[in-house]
């Protein structure tokens, strides 16, 4: 398209760089040399991640905004801060753009980053754009940090430590699986439909519930964010830690508008819960003498936290126990994998 050729590549990353306004003290220099420059405390580990987001296997241009791309493009990365209890500073942001791809939606895109980076405290500090032969590509660099005492990682889990999860586990996968079906007749209010599709599309990173965790002083032992989903995810924390864990079936938060869409439209509520992925809630282990502790400070808050079971010395045999008495093997349950043939609930 003519309005991204006129501009050249310097110019896009001046004008990308233009609708950044949060600015950060730790700063040195940003955007503009061949590396950015920022200093760090003593006493603090340094964290970094990184996320691609690629046309039509994340995202798909006709079912987002701009804007809700740019935010969760840099939330997915935030998650992944959080769930080792850290705190994001600065990010890189590296763009494969197609030539198609109007100037305007890039200036939503940034709006959009712009919008949460503001909100999290965190400077874009560089990164690189280039041509993309057909899709847009998205792919972000997060750097953060978190005192020695308070890193989490996934391998810290025990026999008899409790296990947490935050919100409720399984709205953004009915989301994706509305919008994957936009002609089917959906059973249910909009309204709690549009909700189920803001959970996908513009997720919220627990940076907050992450912070709570930390200043606690509980003893969380292990901690993962979902974004394969609750069953996956669980696996990957009993694998790393050499243990295994039982789910109650009764005890797994649901929210009512999951509850009341699935029930409506004949789907299975449990495979959403499970196995929907890309939440990005927090699963934690906890020190059994702490529950009270946790519960306690989250009792009053926006975001629930609720114990959904209890690890135990069997290595990676992690089962469900349903209400009915059952035992399910949670690998049964498992959710995305890039590159297997296994797909997640909402796209079949």
Not at 106 to 120: K, P, T, V
Request: hydrophobic fraction near 35%; proline fraction near 6%.
């Amino acid at each position: 398209m003519a309005d991204l050729k006129k501009p050249g590549e310097f110019d896009l990353i001046d004008r990308f760089r233009s609708l950044l306004k949060f600015r950060s003290p730790r700063m040195k220099i940003g955007i503009g040399d061949d590396c950015a420059v920022y200093s760090g405390p003593a006493g603090v580990y340094q964290l970094i991640s990184t996320d691609a987001l690629i046309e039509n296997v994340h995202f798909r241009l006709p079912t987002t905004s701009p804007e809700l791309l740019g935010r969760k493009a840099l939330a997915v990365n935030i998650s992944d801060i959080a769930a080792m209890g850290g705190t994001p500073h600065l990010a890189l942001v590296t763009l494969g753009i197609p030539k198609t791809l109007p100037v305007k939606f890039l200036d939503g895109l940034y709006r959009g980053i712009n919008a949460i980076c503001q909100e999290h405290k965190i400077e874009i500090a560089g990164g690189d754009t280039t041509a993309s032969p057909s899709h847009l590509f998205i792919s972000i660099t997060i750097f953060g940090e978190t005192a020695k005492s308070q890193l989490v990682t996934r391998s810290g889990a025990r026999p008899g430590d409790k296990i947490f999860v935050t919100g409720t586990p399984g709205e953004s996968a009915l989301g994706l699986k509305l919008l994957s079906s936009p002609r089917k007749q959906w059973k249910g209010d909009k309204k709690l439909q549009k909700k189920m599709i803001q959970a996908h599309l513009d997720p919220v990173p627990r940076l907050k519930e992450s912070r709570q965790l930390m200043n606690s002083k509980a003893g969380i032992t292990s901690m993962i964010d979902i974004s394969d989903g609750l069953a996956q995810d669980l696996l990957h924390i009993c694998k790393a830690g050499k243990v295994g864990a039982v789910l109650r079936e009764e005890w797994l938060p649901r929210s009512p508008e999951l509850e009341r869409l699935t029930s409506l439209n004949k789907l299975e509520i449990m495979d959403y819960i499970m196995a929907g992925g890309e939440d990005y809630e927090l699963l934690f282990t906890l020190k059994s003498e702490d529950v009270r502790k946790i519960t306690s400070r989250f009792k009053n808050t926006k975001t629930p936290v609720t114990q959904i079971g209890e690890v135990t010395a069997h290595p990676q045999k992690v089962i469900l126990l349903t209400i009915d008495g059952k035992s399910i093997p949670l690998k049964k349950l498992s959710g995305f994998d890039h590159f297997k043939s296994g797909k997640k609930p909402e796209k079949k």
